[in-house]
């Protein structure tokens, strides 16, 4: 059951927007679409929603072929029995809030009193109850994400499309409502797709995340394996990996390696590198990983798998710092410390220091 | 795509047939073919008439979008006083028949005995009026043709995110700066399409240069065309190559168009309700009104004061200005004499008819074009299209002459009844109904309606549940504008027309044509007084109802 898509290809007039992605999403599972603006996220999903029509592959919805490319199999829009969430809300500003979460169970021909009742309780659930007769048109944005949220459940669809949600919405809003939409999900268990191009989106509300570019997919894993080891340094960029450097490696084996930094020939000691002939190579390191002290005046040598530096940001986020720190020509680390109390200022100098194991050493994209 | 076919498509292969050959087509006539129609156009009169041509459509569109832009950016976004009065003041003159117009500033300003002449010359001055001119038809275009462009604007500046000029001001542009680097273009679309609607409408006007310029012998392409097919014997082969030959110069103004505005997607509403902005005017609030209402009093309050003069004159000779208010001059018998006459309730039935089904057929029509064109990707929409703004490009003339040619040779019990005059205007309007409709199509966002059919909705109830609500009063203002310009046309009627289908326009024109100015003028009246009638009667309807 669940959801497979193989092989899909979708291109507009010359652009191809996806380029032949292999997608498995398990029952009762999110998937996250993650990417940069017009890698093709919005494009497959709506393949799969059938707003979009491939030139082929082959798309199964709970067992059922929807898509199919060589027998031209194409399952029309409304027979697909999907729910999505619209970037723009579509909510319907001619009809109520009622009217608008109605319309499907309508469109089922469903009975009144059955109508009424899981309205009511749809809109409970997402927090709207009380509200099923005002116009549509003067919500707020958060009430008209939660309507078009409410029109999707209402119908308990086979799967729930989400296309970015909570992008047009203020940040405290978007960091409630996403764990409102964990909740709902854990709590509900629809096979749902999510795209969005927010990396803390994607890793909040996953179960597992699909990395694209250019239509393409660059790595897929559950959110902690990916977060912990991306394969790429393009992957590690959208993950929020700010610290990431082109290197050459100097000597290495299955327990560590040496890498000389590209900008500067600095050398560290890094964690083992990856096998194969990748052309060229990156190490990336998360800013949790690097710990800082103040070094003392004169000091510009580290000792261990350190290296000097100036702070040149020192921002406080309350559970930590973050700080950003030059160690030499274009080169800037960014690292997060817990120590919130250690007084390290704007202009300090400091030592950075990394394990060799959380410095991964990664192919780089061509 | 069948039905295009027929309302547009048959006339005008009919026509480029009619061109080709010797004799008038399906006549029966021995026919050859030539190119002699098109070798022979070319005399002066013929380069005379597209001067003409040239002169009142670029003078009256100019004159028309300057008073139709300012007017519908009023409205839309500024507290001029009495806004109420400057949405009238935009879509008054669709009340007021072309061919009223005409007659009226015909008795305005033609010669010594004008009425606005009288009284130029009783107050001391020299100058003169001259409406039978060039200049006087551009003007009278430019006067009546208001309401295309205030409508397109007026639409356009409404469904502009506030945001969007605000946006503009914040970042440092000033009131003028935000009209023209932010407003102007973003209504561009509105204005570059009524431009090039009123261009077109101009070219192929009728009644205006007919009355105002035929005393005069002034001719525009459509006189042109005319006074050929009224040639004894009829040019019709020379009328037709005339048409083709603005056909193409049309055609080719549709395509700068297209390239204008190809790539561009203008739909700045997603179903969010929208609070719009009002700019204050400050000291030119009421420079503002003025302008409003010295437009309404020159569109409206003069020529509806020479109908009445004319109307209710006992004689028609005017000696001077204290006779235009002496009372013993004026009598009810003319009036009298036109509200007996069976002919006049004969004919108001048969435009209430005729009009009325246009509306309805056609606007359904037209609904359906639209969103085939706008909203699927079936193969061939792009020729739908395409057919839907030919009849722009098709002279009203010519269109009759077609249909004319057509039904009068076809064995259907056709000609002869309204149902011929409802397939004229059908295909002659159906530029103006397609575009209305599609303009109130495309401000609707897809994922509205997407968002229904993944909620399970068939693309039919869709549209039902979804587009058409949403749409519904834009249908509805395209219904009234259908029945409006249906309860006006002069121009394809001419030819089609039979002594039991004659519409109110065609009696008026006969009796100008008699020479019968009195009944003309009461006539007129009547008719005025009937599409303002109708027009209230149709906009509290909508109000109430959608
Ligand atoms: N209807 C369309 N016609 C033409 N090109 C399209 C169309 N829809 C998408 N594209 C193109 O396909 C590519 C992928 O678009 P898509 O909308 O899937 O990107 P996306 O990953 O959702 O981006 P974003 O994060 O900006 O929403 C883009 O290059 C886009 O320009
Ligand atoms: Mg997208």
């Not at chain 1, 000097?308 to 020192?314: C, F, K, S, T």
């Not at chain 2, 010669?111 to 606005?116: C, I, K, P, T, V």
């Not at chain 2, 204290?322 to 069976?342: E, G, N, Y």
Request: proline share 4%; glycine share 10%.
């Amino acid at each position: 059951m669940g959801i497979q898509v193989r092989q899909l290809r979708k291109s507009f007039g010359g652009t191809v927007a996806v380029n032949g992605i292999d997608l498995d999403i398990n029952d009762g599972e999110m998937l996250v679409l993650l990417g940069p603006s017009g890698c093709g996220k919005t494009t497959s999903m709506r393949c799969i929603a059938g707003l979009e029509a491939p030139d082929s592959g082959h798309i199964t919805i709970n067992g059922r072929t929807v898509f199919d490319g060589q027998s031209g199999t194409n399952v029309p829009v409304n027979k697909r029995h999907v729910g999505m969430v619209f970037q723009s809300y579509a909510i319907w500003p001619h009809l109520t809030v009622f009217e608008n979460v109605s319309f499907p169970l309508d469109m089922e021909g469903v009975a009144p009193a059955e109508i009424t009742r899981r309205v009511g309780e749809v809109l409970e659930l997402v927090g709207l109850a009380g509200m099923d007769h005002r116009g549509a048109s003067y919500l707020s944005g958060g009430q008209m994400q939660r309507v078009a949220l409410a029109r999707s459940l209402v119908m308990r669809p086979d799967v729930l499309l989400f296309d970015e949600p909570l992008s047009n919405l203020d940040a405290r809003l978007r960091d409630h409502l996403r764990v409102q939409l964990r909740e709902l999900q854990t709590q509900l268990k629809i096979t749902s797709v999510y795209v969005t191009h927010d990396q803390r989106e994607a890793l909040a509300l996953a179960d597992q995340i699909v990395v694209m570019q250019a239509g393409r997919v660059l790595q897929k894993g559950d959110p902690i394996e990916l977060y912990n080891h991306p394969a790429t340094n393009t992957v590690a960029e959208f993950l929020g990996y700010t610290n990431v450097f082109e290197v050459d490696v100097v000597s290495g084996d299955a327990a560590g390696s040496e890498v000389s930094f590209k900008a500067n020939g600095r050398r560290l000691q890094a964690g083992p590198a990856p096998g194969g002939n990748a052309n060229s190579l990156c190490v990336c390191v998360r800013p949790d990983h690097v710990s800082l002290r103040a070094l003392a005046a004169g000091d510009d040598a580290p000792v261990g798998n350190a290296i000097a530096g100036e702070v040149i940001l020192a921002s406080f986020l309350g559970s930590h710092m973050q700080y950003r720190v030059r160690t030499g020509e274009r080169e800037i680390w960014e690292v997060l410390s817990a120590d919130v109390a250690a007084g390290t200022r704007l202009g300090s100098r400091v030592a950075l220091s990394i394990e060799p194991r959380h410095l991964q050493v990664l192919a780089k994209d061509a | 795509m069948a039905v295009l076919g027929i309302l547009i498509v048959l006339p005008f292969l009919t026509l480029v047939y009619a061109s080709f050959i010797t004799a008038a087509p399906f006549s029966g006539n021995e026919t050859a073919w030539t190119w002699q129609n098109y070798t022979g156009i070319w005399n002066e009169q013929m380069l005379e008439a597209v001067t003409n041509t040239l002169i009142v459509s670029f003078g009256g569109t100019t004159m028309a979008m300057g008073i139709g832009g300012l007017l519908a950016w009023l409205a839309a976004r500024t507290d001029v006083p009495g806004k109420a009065l400057v949405h009238l003041a935009g879509l008054m003159p669709l009340f007021l028949s072309l061919i009223v117009a005409a007659l009226a500033w015909s008795l305005l300003g033609s010669g010594r005995s004008g009425y606005l002449n009288i009284i130029l010359a009783s107050l001391g001055f020299s100058f003169r009026i001259d409406m039978q001119t060039v200049a006087g038809i551009a003007f009278v275009h430019g006067l009546y043709y208001v309401p295309f462009p205030f409508l397109y604007i007026y639409s356009a500046l409404t469904l502009i995110h506030p945001d969007m000029e605000e946006a503009a001001g914040i970042h440092g542009a000033n009131l003028a700066r935000t009209l023209g680097r932010i407003t102007f273009p973003l209504v561009r679309p509105a204005v570059a399409g009524s431009g090039l609607l009123l261009l077109v409408l101009m070219a192929e006007e009728f009644p205006v240069p007919q009355i105002l310029g035929g005393p005069r012998g002034i001719e525009t392409l459509s006189i042109h065309i005319f006074n050929l097919m009224r040639q004894v014997p009829a040019a019709t082969g020379h009328a037709s190559a005339v048409c083709i030959v603005l056909t193409a110069l049309v055609g080719a103004l549709v395509v700068v168009q297209r390239r204008m505005l190809a790539g561009r997607d203008y739909r700045t509403v997603t179903g969010k309700g929208l609070q719009a902005r009002v700019l204050p005017l400050g000291i030119w609030r009421w420079p503002a009104f003025c302008f409003v209402l010295l437009y309404i009093f020159v569109a409206m309050g003069l020529p509806l004061l020479a109908l009445l003069q004319g109307a209710f004159r006992s004689t028609l000779f005017i000696p001077d200005i204290a006779s235009l208010v002496d009372p013993s001059q004026f009598s009810t018998k003319h009036m009298r004499a036109i509200l007996t006459d069976a002919t006049v309730y004969k004919s108001l039935a048969n435009s209430l008819i005729a009009a009325g089904a246009t509306a309805l057929v056609g606007g359904l029509l037209y609904f359906v074009l639209s969103y085939v064109v706008h909203r699927t990707d079936l193969p061939g929409r792009k020729t739908l299209e395409f057919l839907a703004n030919l009849p722009l490009a098709l002279p009203a003339l010519v269109m009759g002459l077609g249909i004319l040619w057509i039904w009068a040779n076809i064995p259907l019990p056709v000609y002869g009844t309204l149902a011929v005059l409802v397939i004229a205007y059908m295909g002659r309007f159906t530029p103006q109904g397609f575009r209305a409709i599609s303009a109130s199509i495309v401000q609707i966002h897809d994922d509205l309606e997407q968002a229904a059919m993944v909620a399970g909705a068939t693309r039919f109830r869709a549209v039902k549940r979804i587009v058409w609500p949403l749409m519904r009063s834009g249908v509805a203002a395209a219904f009234i504008v259908l029945f409006v310009l249906g309860m006006r046309e002069l121009t394809a009627s001419l030819f089609l027309f039979t002594t039991d289908t004659r519409v109110l326009s065609i009696v008026i024109y006969e009796q100008y044509e008699n020479g019968g100015w009195s009944a003309v003028a009461s006539l007129s009246l009547v008719y005025t007084l009937i599409l303002i009638a109708l027009t209230v009667a149709g906009r509290r309807w909508m109000r109430a109802n959608v």
